[in-house]
């Protein structure tokens, strides 16, 4: 299973590095998925095997960047000049594709940040 | 960006019902779309992936069908644990989106 840590309570305009640790000696690609208090699932970031492919939501382009370190089979989410609206439940999510295939198919149970002052 | 828009939003049903669900999408994705499941203060559950394959051991009372703009979820023979709330999710293109949700409630 995916472990997330690094949530908490961060005042606006404030960083936050979130962190999963992905078990396994595989690399694959993973992604971060929010989910804001009572609100539906939202895409953020995707980075490939070896973390030369990212992309992002443009709702956290430029503030956010999703990185990994395999050598500690984890990926992180640096998270700067935080909003309210980024106050969510965030999940990574391992991103399994190939022949249509494609899906997020192993989840971790999420950690909440919470930007409020 | 591709639009999800899933129907109902909110359904109530009873055990053993025939549930289904629908989530069409802005533009063709081919099959390229998933199905979650999701129960309060828990991570989604991924059931169906390509539209219509069944996640490894996810009971065959679920099952997906459609391909390019139009998609459904069937759940035959509801059952108390499933009641929860379900979402699509496209992964043609970036960014990958999910539809609102559909929340499947005992009648």
């Known amino acids: 299973q995916l472990v997330e840590s690094g949530g908490g309570l961060v005042q606006p305009g404030g960083s936050l590095r979130l962190s999963c640790v992905v078990p396994g000696s595989s690399s694959p690609s993973m992604t971060w998925v929010r989910q804001a208090p009572g609100k539906g699932l939202e895409w953020t970031s995707v980075i490939g095997a070896a973390g030369q492919y990212t992309n992002y939501a443009d709702s956290v382009k430029g503030r956010f960047t999703i990185s990994r370190d395999n050598s500690k089979s984890t990926v992180y989410l640096q998270m700067n000049s935080l909003r309210a609206e980024d106050t969510a439940v965030y999940y990574c999510?391992?991103?399994?594709?190939?022949?249509?295939?494609?899906?997020?198919?192993?989840w971790g149970r999420g950690t909440l940040v919470t930007v409020s002052s | 960006d591709i639009q999800l828009t899933q129907s109902p939003s909110f359904l109530s049903a009873s055990v053993g019902d025939r549930v289904t669900i629908t989530c069409r999408a802005s533009?063709?994705?081919?099959?390229?779309l998933a199905w979650y499941q999701q129960k309060p203060g828990k991570a989604p559950k991924l059931l169906i992936y390509a539209a219509s394959t069944l996640q490894s051991g996810v009971p065959s009372r679920f099952s997906g069908g459609g391909s390019g703009t139009e998609f459904t979820l069937t759940i035959n023979s509801l059952q108390p644990e499933d009641f929860a709330t379900y979402c699509c999710q496209q992964l043609k293109s970036y960014p990958l989106t999910f539809g609102g949700g559909t929340k499947v409630e005992i009648k």
């Open positions: 533009q063709g994705i081919d099959s390229y």
């Open positions: 999510a391992r991103y399994v594709w190939g022949s249509q295939n494609d899906a997020l198919d192993v």
